[in-house]
């Protein structure tokens, strides 16, 4: 029996995706439908995670799929509610017991090694001169939105001229033209008047 290239068992990133992957996500979503669970959404997505990087290394554009079901997955409110419900209580469980409160100048400054402050002042110039590349492609795409506008304005008055002068031009053709057929017409009555 031949097996399709989605039912291969590949290694994807040392584990196998099989039949039983599939069927075991399946009856996560139902379950998850059913009555939504904390440790089934966070499973469920795991699983969805894993057929993304699968796919996603054999190049295969199935992943958009599960991509589009982890979406589904973040965005439905139950499980959202779920999740944010979860971390509170997290947060809330988290109990600091109470201890003499310091200001940051009563502790002690973190001593940082010289290759640490090197590479934080060329973080920070790299910042800087981002910062500085994008003032200066504003200030370029200004300077071009300016330029794009005037050539317009331009093109459109040197555009306007070359019609006024092209219609002065035949309207002093027209007239040359009618003054011309009308002296041919006098000078042909005039010779035929001295020819009678």
């Known amino acids: 029996m031949r097996k399709s290239n989605n039912e291969q068992t590949l290694p994807a990133q040392g584990n196998a995706i099989d039949k039983q992957f599939y069927y075991n996500l399946l009856s996560l979503e139902k379950a998850i439908i059913k009555e939504p669970q904390l440790d089934a959404v966070q499973q469920a997505l795991a699983m969805?995670?894993?057929?993304v990087e699968y796919f996603d290394n054999i190049q295969d554009p199935i992943k958009y799929y599960f991509l589009d079901k982890i979406q589904q997955a973040l965005s439905e409110t139950?499980?959202?509610m779920l999740i944010i419900n979860s971390k509170s209580e997290l947060e809330s469980s988290k109990t600091i017991s109470p201890v003499k409160r310091s200001s940051m100048s009563d502790l002690p400054s973190p001593q940082l090694s010289d290759q640490q402050v090197m590479d934080k002042k060329l973080?920070?110039?790299?910042?800087?001169l981002q910062i500085k590349l994008h003032e200066a492609s504003d200030q370029q795409s200004e300077i071009l939105n300016t330029m794009v506008t005037d050539f317009t304005t331009n093109t459109t008055s040197t555009d306007q001229k070359v019609r006024q002068d092209l219609n002065q031009q035949a309207d002093i053709i027209q007239a040359r033209l009618l003054k011309r057929q009308q002296s041919t017409k006098i000078k042909g009555c005039s010779s035929m008047q001295t020819l009678f």
């Open 48 to 51: 969805y995670r894993k057929c």
């Open 78 to 80: 139950k499980t959202l």
């Open 123 to 128: 973080r920070s110039k790299q910042v800087t």
